[in-house]
C-alpha cells in the first residue's frame, strides 16, 4: 500500500498563499496520477488540480489561473501552490496518488482562509 503524507496547511488571510506538500511512498511514483481534493463541511469532496505522469495538467474551474500543481519525482512529491486565497477556499485538501489498480489517499490538511 502507498502512503501519502500531506503538509502545509494552515490559516490564511483572503488574499493570501499557502504552498501545499505531499509525499508519496513507492519506487514508481513517476508514473503515478497524483491529484489534490479538497472537502468543505457539508460538501462533497471535490477534485482541484491534477499531474499525470507526463506532466500535463488540470484544474477546477474555480481555481484556474490561481492554483498551481507541480510534481518533483527525484523526491517523490507533489505541490500545491495556492495564490490569491478566498474564503470559500478554505477545506480540508486532501492528497491522492493513482496507478492502475492503486488508489491511495492521505490524512487530509486544514486550509482555512479567513480574516
Known amino acids: 500500500q502507498v502512503q501519502v503524507v500531506e503538509s502545509g496547511g494552515g490559516l490564511v488571510q483572503p488574499g493570501g498563499s499557502l504552498r501545499l506538500s505531499c509525499v508519496a511512498s513507492?519506487?514508481?511514483?513517476?508514473?503515478?496520477?497524483m491529484g489534490w481534493y479538497r472537502q468543505a463541511p457539508g460538501n462533497q469532496r471535490e477534485l482541484v488540480a491534477a499531474?499525470?505522469?507526463?506532466?500535463?495538467?488540470n484544474y477546477a474551474d474555480s481555481v484556474k489561473g490561481r492554483f498551481t500543481i507541480s510534481r518533483d519525482n527525484t523526491k517523490n512529491l507533489v505541490y500545491l501552490q495556492m495564490n490569491s486565497l478566498k474564503p470559500e477556499d478554505t477545506a480540508v485538501y486532501y492528497c491522492?496518488?493513482?496507478?492502475?489498480?492503486?488508489?491511495?489517499w492521505g490524512q487530509g490538511t486544514q486550509v482555512t482562509v479567513s480574516s
Open positions: 499531474i499525470v505522469s507526463g506532466g500535463n495538467t
Open positions: 491522492n496518488a493513482k496507478f492502475s489498480g492503486l488508489d491511495s
Open positions: 513507492g519506487s514508481i511514483f513517476s508514473l503515478y496520477t
